[in-house]
């Protein structure tokens, strides 16, 4: 193994193995990789090739939650296009590489924090904001399961308080 300003390079016998590998991860995060082979010596009137493998993962993967085009969206898969759901209305939206690529980084799962929900009515939810403990009315997501007096998982960001879900759904 070792790293360059491009990213880390792996090196692994095995050609097969390798090939395999790279379909996983970009089955899994999205992206694309690249076989080239370049010949290197000959053996026995055989020529024989190394074979380079690269894999070009996408700036944002699966479970990243993003602000773009005034939507609060998380990624589900990206392939040739960023699948992602709206986290307000749980409507699919498809964007380009590209363009998902301007949009601004929220956070993942892990960057939340717990917010007691203090009341579910029709299309709003009432949650206690957990660093100063004031009540904030939110539009009631689509995902929601829990109970009043159970503790949710959010994000706080410049846009407010963004409740997430709990798992990203296959």
């Known amino acids: 193994m070792s790293s360059s300003k491009e990213g880390t390079d792996y090196y692994i016998g095995s050609s097969g193995a390798c090939r395999q590998i790279c379909k996983i991860i970009t089955s899994k995060l999205g992206g694309e990789h690249q076989e080239s082979p370049s010949l290197f010596s000959q053996r026995d009137g055989k020529e024989l090739y190394r074979v380079s493998y690269a894999v ?37 939206v498809i964007a380009s590489i590209e363009d998902i690529e301007k949009a601004e980084f929220l956070g993942v799962y892990n960057d939340s924090i717990l917010a007691v929900l203090v009341a579910i009515e029709d299309n709003a939810i009432m949650v206690l904001d957990p660093t100063n403990y004031q009540t904030v009315t939110l539009k009631k997501p689509f ?28």
């Open 56 to 92: 070009r993962l996408p700036k944002y993967v699966p479970g990243n939650i993003l602000y773009f085009n005034n939507q609060v969206l998380q990624i589900k898969n990206c392939d040739k296009k960023a699948k992602c759901i709206d986290l307000q209305t749980g409507k699919k």
């Open 143 to 170: 995902f929601l399961t829990a109970r009043e007096g159970e503790e949710i998982p959010v994000l706080k960001t410049e846009y407010g308080i963004i409740p997430i879900p709990e798992e990203i759904e296959a």
